[in-house]
């Protein structure tokens, strides 16, 4: 990890507010609207959830309404 030999890492839990959520939009009037649903695909792979707990992430993809 980048900069690991000069950081320190606090980890926060127990407040709601501080887990972090990562948005994902795309405009009403853009050309490739299936570039936003191609991005929220491969964010939500199985490979990406492995990056991601790798640098010490935790992982929960936000479930859609009737999940």
């Not at 991005?39 to 009737?66: C, H, I, N, V, Y």
């Amino acid at each position: 990890m980048p900069f690991e030999s000069e950081l320190e890492g606090i980890p926060v839990t127990g407040i709601p507010c501080a887990a972090p959520q990562q948005p994902l939009a795309v405009s009403k009037t853009t050309a490739s609207p299936e570039l936003s649903e191609r991005l929220k695909d491969a964010l939500q792979s199985a490979e990406s959830k492995e990056r991601f707990e790798k640098l010490g992430f935790g992982w929960q993809p936000e479930k859609k309404a009737g999940e």
